[in-house]
């Protein structure tokens, strides 16, 4: 079975620019989760979806930043314009079923703004 | 406000001898607590879970053990190896979400 895979691994990006980040979770889970890890700091929370309807988007710093899961299965977070505190590496999880609270993370997107 | 805390950034072990990785939360509205292990350049890899009406959980050479009138837990590996060496993350499960902790760098010398 494939894990959760993330696209790219790494992007650079100047101040300004729009940057859109790609999450394919494993085949069949609903549960789809964006984090983000700023300066070796812990793992922060920015959103959930439940198939393709946003369940909590508690988490999102501010409007540049934009999630979508059309169809239910992959997730593209886009971030426009982006700002230098964006930087960051970008994760993506994904759960089903009666385990649910176990999330399995993806490799990750490191982003740099310059 | 951190919900979850690992209050040591690192820790070093000799191979074979018992790994204790500690955390602290402040919520108990959490239903599920979490430890992944990250090696660098890779994505949190899930290790084990506990329920908040269990207080001991093992697979293999883990276990974490659930403290809740202290609002504790603690990871342990036994026998530490050096393919151990990784941070390891404390999560706890709220509303749905995951809420970590710093991190704590274990390091098992050979």
């Known amino acids: 079975e494939a894990g959760v895979t993330q696209f790219p691994s790494h992007s650079v990006i100047e101040k300004g620019q729009t940057v859109t980040l790609r999450c394919d979770p494993i085949s069949g889970h609903d549960n789809l989760y964006w984090y983000r890890r700023v300066m070796g700091k812990e793992i922060k929370f920015l959103l959930h979806f439940v198939k393709e309807s946003k369940q909590d988007e508690s988490g999102m710093p501010n409007n540049r930043f934009l999630a979508e899961r059309t169809g239910g299965t992959y997730s593209t977070l886009k971030v426009q314009p982006a700002e230098l505190e964006d930087s960051g590496v970008y994760f993506c999880?994904?759960?089903?079923?009666?385990?649910?609270?176990?999330?399995?993370f993806g490799p990750g997107t490191r982003l740099t703004v310059t | 406000d951190q919900q979850v805390k690992q209050n040591s950034p690192s820790l070093s072990v000799q191979e074979g001898r018992i790994s204790i990785l500690n955390c602290d939360y402040t919520?108990?509205?959490?239903?599920?607590f979490l430890w992944y292990k990250k090696y660098p350049a890779e994505g949190p890899t899930f290790l084990i879970s506990i329920s908040s009406i269990k207080d001991k959980n093992e697979d293999g050479r883990f276990t974490v053990f659930l403290n809740k009138s202290a609002k504790h837990l603690s990871l342990h590996i036994v026998p530490s190896q050096p393919g151990d060496s990784a941070v390891y993350f404390c999560a706890a499960r709220g509303w749905g979400k995951l809420i970590f902790g710093q991190g704590t760098e274990l390091s098992v010398k050979p």
């Open positions: 919520n108990s509205m959490f239903d599920y």
């Open positions: 999880a994904s759960s089903q079923g009666a385990r649910g609270y176990e999330q399995y």
